[in-house]
């Protein structure tokens, strides 16, 4: 079964070359065959979670090279957990290109869309930190294809934002990298971790700085305070499916803070234990008060769900800062919620944009949409959830965090920032909705769009998502329960990896 962990990585990247021919096929034939892959990843990564279960790190040597000297991939609760949750959005996300033909507007979307999820997939299940830099430019290059996908004036001026800030980012990757090599002389991230445990002391002055230019990096990628600036324009510009799977993008970051800052600075890291997490604790806190102002000032539906992303990615960061299981476990919570949540609402931004004509999702009025009543409902459902309102999945995420938060002596600053930062986004919301589907003018003919069911289809089920966190929040807690004990248990992680032996050829 430990071929299951590399293929998740392999399928996307076959799959991208194969839909490269496929273009002499046809749109039809590329459309039918990434369809035909993406549900193959979620099937595959469900598999990927009931294996994890088990409670066993899957390690692959690739080339049958052992660790630290090989390329490794690992498979835990958390990885397989991030590429089920990757899979699910890419589905819904594809769908509605598909859906609205954005895929016409372009050369190579299918292509770009399977590399997208190669680097994706790639940074969930690597072992060492280059190969996670190197699924990171990966992953950067496809995004930067489909960012600017369909082209136009501002979409290639966010683009041209983006590019230029993953690039500093990427930059600064490896100067760290580099600091962290020179440290410790490896790169495995349990190698690593062995190695900073029994690290002399004049090193660790170097260790901790190269740990923090490595935050600094995970930060510009979860658009973290004061690296947030690039996020709001690139996500609110780019075509609707295209930002629905980015609502992933952001949680790269996250995960990569948790797996490799937690990891090698965990408990046996004695002086350096965790030294990072009041860091990401407090610029969460900050990240969050502005994201709620940015909610608030937004010009339009899709800039403001922007910033909603960031609200949520700041929420995260809050939960990893407390550095506990419980909190760890509330987290993965709240991530699932808030990534599929942030894709479906980025996909009904599109759908009232075009019901509205020339009005597009900017806050004024306009003539009313079409099918106003049902497009209505699903955004007031969209915006409770988006915004942590009881009694839908968002709430209970807060609510968890919160209660995780009790015994830290910051507790009272996080109350005051969540409390103070929702109010905020609930304010910003009811009046999106009033100016959206209430101050609407009478006219006799409808400007914009009917309504396209098969694309509504794909943010239903997206926003489907809350209530059956809800629903089911007994057995999807117990299980965010058992990634947290997994993820902290980094002598488990180490031994798996250091001592998986290559396989034996026979004769």
Known sequence: ????????????????????????G?????????????LGLVFMSIEMVKLSLTGVHQVYLAGNWIAPFGIVFV?????????????LLALGALWYAIAT????????????????LFG???AFLTGDVFNLFVFFEVLLLASYGLLLHGGGRLRTKAGLHYVVINLIGSTLFLFAVGALYGAVGTLNIA????????????????????GLLLLVVFGVKAAMFPLYLWLPNAYAQTSAPVAALFAIMTKVGIYSIIRVHGTIFG??????????????????????????????AARGLREQVAYLVLASVATLLIGVGLNSPQALAATLYYLIHSTLIAGGMFLLADIISRGRGVHEDRFEPAPIIPNAILIGSVFMFGAVAMTGM??????????????????????????????VASLLMIIAMARAGSLLFYRTQPVDVLPGEPLNVAALGAVIGLLAISPILVIFANPVTAYTELVSIQVFDNATYIEAVLSTPATQRVE
Do not use: C
Not at 14 to 19: N, R
Not at 75 to 87: F, G, K, N, P, R
């Open 1 to 24: 079964m430990m071929q299951l962990t590399a293929w998740a990585v392999l399928l996307p990247l076959i799959a991208g070359f194969v839909l490269l021919f496929a273009r002499m």
């Open 26 to 38: 046809g749109l039809r034939l590329q459309r039918s065959l990434n369809l035909l892959v993406v």
């Open 75 to 87: 498979l835990d609760q958390l990885s397989a957990l991030m590429v089920l949750i990757t899979s």
């Open 101 to 116: 033909k954005y895929d016409k507007q372009g050369s190579h979307f299918h292509v770009l869309f399977q590399l997208q």
């Open 120 to 122: 994706l997939n790639g």
């Open 191 to 210: 190698d690593m971790a062995a190695k900073i445990s029994v690290a002399p002391a004049e090193d660790l002055g170097l260790i901790a700085a190269a």
């Open 267 to 296: 408990e046996q890291a004695g002086d350096l234990a965790s030294f990072y997490t009041p860091w990401v604790l407090g610029l969460g806190l900050i990240t969050l008060l502005l994201a709620a102002f940015g909610v608030m």
């Open 390 to 419: 009881p009694p839908l999945s968002g709430f209970f995420g807060k609510v968890l965090i919160l209660a995780a938060a009790l015994e830290n002596s910051w507790f009272f600053a996080i109350l005051a920032v969540v409390l």
